[in-house]
């Protein structure tokens, strides 16, 4: 009888189990006390998504004290797990100097190992890293590889340093044409990169892109 009991108290609580995104929507409806001992639940059974909803809990003082040392384990977690967007933010904190964990090493590592997996925000990281030349030498060719990678997925920020690329002649030949395609929604949007770029080179008056139509991306993806 026992046996009997414990069984169907076992089936009950397996049934009754939340799904991350019934825990997320408790969270955003109902606030972050609701759903955290959710979340842990959910991290017992190692959810990366769970994890890293976490770790941006304790970033942010989420309707909790904010603890940059929890959020980084939880991060960290949730990484090793697969979820890209944990890797990019471990690589975020380990370039602000407001924290202990600054470290410009750590903060490429995180990035190339999710650019490489196809994160579109890590792969424009990089292409920073290459272009300005810090921690590695510069690498203009790679840079723009990176920077095209990351507009494809739509970032669109990575636009941006493309125009600028193509507007100083950096890895590439100077075609103000196309630095002007790419920086053209940017700037109207008021993107401060894009905008710096189209006034420094006076795009505006390059509307047509006259040089030689190279490779397969010439106009960036809408």
């Not at 017992?44 to 603890?67: Q, R, S, V, W």
């Not at 507007?167 to 949007?189: L, Q, S, Y």
């Amino acid at each position: 009888m026992k046996k009997l009991v414990l069984s169907l108290f076992v089936l009950v609580t397996l049934s009754n189990a939340m799904t991350f995104e019934e825990v997320y929507t408790i969270h955003k409806v109902q606030g972050t006390m609701k759903a955290l001992s959710y979340y842990k639940d959910l991290e017992n059974e190692n959810n990366p998504k769970a994890i890293h909803e976490l770790g941006l809990i304790y970033l942010k003082g989420d309707g909790i004290a904010k603890n940059i040392n929890k959020a980084v384990e939880y991060f960290a977690k949730a990484s090793e797990l697969g979820n890209l967007e944990s890797t990019y933010i471990l690589g975020k904190i380990h370039l602000s100097k407001s924290t202990h964990h600054y470290n410009l090493v750590k903060a490429y590592n995180n990035f190339v190992e999710a650019a490489n997996k196809g994160h579109a925000k890590s792969q424009m990281m990089i292409g920073r890293f290459l272009l300005m030349g810090e921690i590695v030498d510069k690498d203009y060719e790679k840079a723009l590889h990176y920077f095209k990678l990351a507009s494809k997925q739509k970032e669109y920020e990575a636009n941006c340093y493309i125009a600028y690329m193509y507007a100083a002649g950096m890895g590439v030949f100077p075609n103000f044409g196309r630095a002007h395609i790419f920086a053209k929604d940017g700037f109207e949007k008021k993107d401060k990169l894009c905008v710096k770029v189209w006034n420094d080179y006076n795009l505006g008056k390059y509307p047509k892109d006259d040089g030689f139509r190279i490779g397969d991306y010439n106009e960036p993806v809408k």
